[in-house]
């Protein structure tokens, strides 16, 4: 696809439900990372993926935040029992080099989660 | 610690004035990178600039020019003759020698026609 893509682009949950949120990044993207965004804040990282290995986790908030990405290109972020401070925006991006390069990162549309 | 200010939540303009968006950073890497992003009502953050520490040259691409001092480390953002579809919220960000990008608050660009 021409971009990061991310489904659903809503998700409303109740409060001790499990989710999972999924990101599909551009074609050929080595890296890709998962950022939480709250309502009129800028993102926050939460964690970085090169191809397949999570190198960094050091963004999530509990242990019930969960990341994969098992063949190197699609992702997912599951989060488990969700509490209803894990509302807000989960962004995915992605970029085409390694984590050591300057590279721009190029974002997906976002899942919005609610949880009531 | 790397920090990012964007010290305007909202601003409103009408149609075809020109408007500055501030960019205040703090980093003690020396060599680092700066961002802006726009987010539309859509969501996605759009791409717009980056910029390194060693290139302080001002950009201009099209309506839209930066204005980068490391004196006063910012980035600012100007938008000249603004439109309508210049609404959205506008993100600066920092890299510094870590990956991971520390982004401002965002400051809402309201246009009116």
């Known amino acids: 696809g021409a971009g990061v893509s991310q489904s659903p682009r809503y998700k409303v949950a109740k409060r001790g439900q499990d989710v999972a949120l999924r990101c599909d990044p551009i074609s050929g993207h080595v890296s890709l990372f998962w950022y939480q965004q709250a309502l009129g804040q800028g993102p926050e990282f939460l964690t970085y993926f090169q191809n397949e290995a999570q190198l960094d986790k050091s963004g999530l908030p509990s242990d019930r935040f969960f990341a994969e990405r098992p063949e190197g290109s699609v992702s997912t972020l599951k989060i488990q029992r969700t509490q209803q401070e894990d509302s807000a925006v989960y962004l995915c991006?992605?970029?085409?080099?390694?984590?050591?390069?300057?590279?721009?990162?190029?974002f997906g549309p976002g899942t919005r989660l609610t949880v009531l | 610690a790397q920090k990012v200010t964007q010290a305007q939540t909202e601003i409103s303009v009408v149609e075809k004035e020109d408007v500055t968006l501030d960019c205040v950073y703090e980093?003690?890497?020396?060599?680092?990178?700066l961002f802006w992003y726009k987010q539309p009502p859509s969501g996605e953050l759009v791409f717009l600039i980056r910029?390194?520490?060693?290139?302080?040259q001002n950009e201009i691409s099209g309506r839209y020019s930066w204005n980068f001092q490391k004196s006063t480390s910012s980035f600012n953002f100007t938008i000249t003759a603004s439109q309508v579809v210049d609404s959205a919220v506008y993100f600066c960000?920092?890299?510094?020698?870590?990956?991971?990008?520390?982004f401002g608050r965002g400051t809402s660009l309201i246009v009116h026609p």
């Open positions: 910029r390194n520490s060693f290139d302080e």
């Open positions: 991006a992605s970029s085409l080099q390694t984590s050591g390069s300057p590279d721009t990162q190029y």
């Open positions: 960000a920092l890299r510094g020698g870590s990956y991971i990008p520390t």
């Open positions: 980093t003690r890497d020396t060599t680092y990178y």
